[in-house]
């Protein structure tokens, strides 16, 4: 499970997961760290301590049972509790608890998950070299996700590499399925205001807008 920034702040995120991935724990833990972002981006402070006090009473629960019974513990424990640092806007601290989590990460998908969200979170914290680097260690595991790459592209915008920013969107522009509804991009495009000010840099980011603008406008006219 994995922190993605797609609100209109860049501290606040959705945490995004494969259902079938989630115990029942895991997936209450996931639903409270929404509520938790969603309720901070509102700046409903008696929502923001309701939740909290929940969320980590369900990461206590979480670290009680082994992380509900994870084949993994020593990883999931710190990556389910960063999750929830990250949630309550304690960036620092969740950075610090995902890198304990990365020691313990025994196959490629736990190494990909804890790297994107390192270099989600330093992203948020203007650690911008850092996050690179953090990119590009997940890239050499998972070169092909989308997750990976995109917020790789933020960091590379963010730190002055325009061109191999660029390149990065240049390669989506030959995978038009990425431009599907419910995909991936497209959330990012939607909702990372971060993307419409990257776009005026980067030729390829503002290519990709101007062929989702049009199918979604095509879509809609269908539709009525």
């Not at 702040?9 to 991935?21: E, K, L, Q, S």
């Not at 979480?62 to 999931?76: K, L, S």
């Not at 998950?113 to 590009?136: H, K, P, Q, T, W």
């Not at 963010?158 to 995909?183: M, T």
Request: hydrophobic share 40%; with cysteine.
């Amino acid at each position: 499970m994995d922190d993605r920034t797609t609100s209109n702040r860049h501290d606040t995120t959705i945490v995004t997961a494969p259902t079938g991935d989630l115990s029942p724990l895991e997936a209450a833990i996931m639903d409270a760290c929404n509520q938790l972002h969603e309720a901070r981006k509102l700046e409903d402070g008696a929502g923001v301590a309701e939740i909290r006090s929940r969320l980590f009473d369900l990461i206590d629960r979480y670290d009680a049972t082994d992380g509900d019974d994870h084949p993994n513990p020593a990883w999931a424990r710190p990556n389910q509790r960063a999750l929830a640092l990250s949630a309550a806007g304690e960036t620092m601290k969740a950075i610090d608890t995902e890198r304990l989590a990365l020691k313990y990460a025994d196959n490629n998908r736990r190494l990909e998950i804890s790297l994107d969200n390192l270099c989600d979170r330093c992203l948020r914290v203007g650690r911008y070299e850092e996050a690179i680097a953090y990119f590009l260690r997940a890239t050499e595991i998972a070169p092909r996700s989308v997750n990976v790459l995109l917020n790789g592209a933020q960091a590379l915008w963010l730190a002055g590499y325009r061109v191999q920013a660029n390149a990065i969107f240049e390669a989506f522009a030959d995978q038009p399925e990425q431009l599907a509804p419910q995909g991936t991009l497209a959330a990012y495009l939607d909702c990372e205001p971060r993307f419409g000010q990257m776009r005026q840099d980067l030729p390829a980011l503002d290519h990709l807008f101007k062929l989702y603008e049009s199918a979604t406008s095509e879509s809609e006219g269908g539709a009525s």
